[in-house]
């Protein structure tokens, strides 16, 4: 998706949708040095908490699957640290 055409699906949805969409937005490498691309959950069911003591991280800053740094306790709540993914809107054109 270009930040064009992002652009236009936020302004066409309904307001409290379009600032849903917008919060679970981010940029990411999918290769090592590659090219920043934009991102965006279409729900919050594939978002977790942050924290700055998380219990999962992906391997890499350009990796999406997540593994366990520690045991994860029964009922403990999954939490990452999103600040290995840098927030880079003017790489994507934004």
Known sequence: MTADEWRSMIFA???KMACDLSEWSWTQRQKKDGPYKLFTAYN????MNGSNKPNTMPKCSHCSKMYAIRDIKKDEEILTDYKIYPTLWDEVGL
């Open 13 to 15: 949805l309904p307001q």
């Open 44 to 47: 919050i069911s594939i978002l």
